[in-house]
């Protein structure tokens, strides 16, 4: 639960590739980056979406020279089933990364994202509960609460909006209040430093991290001295192995919780009601039967998947004739398998009435998205109200989206219109 503007919030510049590894051989390589091949930097009106749909074109596996935020190159499996067996194989295939403590300079995992097993098993079942189907269902009147109120301030102000500033990220920092047990008197603190993290110069992007970790450890201090019935409190009580969690473990939780259900879903929400403005026959079925809009999120988060999960070998292993060497990086990104014509008839066509739809948005493997339950709630709820409360919609005239790859894909200036 962080569009691609969070993969550039945590970039410290230009991304500049590296040089080709020596046991790369040259006829794998690929010219080819989810941070700057056509279609994959801010574009106006641009689809990132389909522009990484070509390489099912080309080669299973091929070698990009600089495919992170910093650079480095990585190894592109563009098959979904070969990124299930990469997912799957968490002792060859590595998740730590320390993404977001990189930014500070620091090496300690987002918690249980960037663990391996057999911790990962350990701090997974500790959190499974938290955010089951059950207790999802028990958040979902607080997340429609949410919504309404959003939209009806939106609909009252006016006959457009900026998506991204006016409802998508509010709704989804004020989500990740709920969670934690804390009420809105701090939401405009915490969509600036949001704003800040995904959308600030490399300035700003730094002193909102260290903002966002202050947070986590003050707000864990206070429930060690004052316990509530809340998530940090059972995060702060709860034990693995016999112990309590570590301060830095608790931070990995939480900033885990933050970042991700964050930009995922504000992004998903943007990438959708663009989808809908364009097409006017699809945004009319969905009003007309709402009931459709669960099964028509699962086609959309399928068809705008927002996230490249990156693993590093642990080993040299040869992987459908690429010799990826122990340190190498490995792209699973999800919107590459979405569009993977195996899987998928006619992949690059949306079918909102798509069934079966077993795609790869939330991941795949132990390392599946913790959140999932509640990020499907959160944007089906938000598509729901949105459609009940607002006229018929359009991307509003004289203005034009921004899309972009990256890390996680993402979308900015959507100003719909419905006057």
Sequence with gaps: MPTASHERSLDSGAVKSRPVPDHVPPEMVRDFSLFTSPGMLPTANGD????????????????????????????????????????????????????????LGESWPMIPLELDPPFHGVFRSLLNPLL???????????????????????????????????????????????????????LETFVGWARDLLHGDKEQRPPAARAIVAFIDELATERRKEPVDDFMTFIVKAKVEGRLLSDEEVRGIGVLVFVAGLDTVSAAICFDLAHLARNPKDQELLRSEPDRIAVAAEELLRAYSTIQMIRVATKDVDFKGAPIRKGDYVSCATMIANRDPAEFECPNEIDLAREDNRHAAFGYGPHRCLGSHLARREIVIGLEEWLARIPAFRIKTGTEPITFGGHVFGIENLILDWS
């Design 48 to 103: 990132p979406h389909a522009a990484v749909a070509c390489v099912h074109a080309g080669p299973p596996i091929f070698y990009s020279t600089s495919n992170t935020r910093d650079g480095r190159g990585t190894w592109v499996i563009t098959r979904a089933s070969d990124q299930r067996r990469v997912l799957q194989d968490t002792e060859t295939f590595s998740s730590h990364r320390s993404i977001f403590a990189s930014v």
């Design 132 to 186: 089951s189907p059950k207790r999802v269902m028990a958040l979902e009147p607080a997340v429609r609460e949410r919504a309404i109120k959003l939209i009806d301030r939106i609909a009252a102000s006016g006959t457009s909006c900026d998506i991204m500033k006016d409802f998508a990220v509010p709704f989804a920092v004020n989500i990740f209040l709920r969670f934690i047990g804390l009420s809105d008197d701090g």
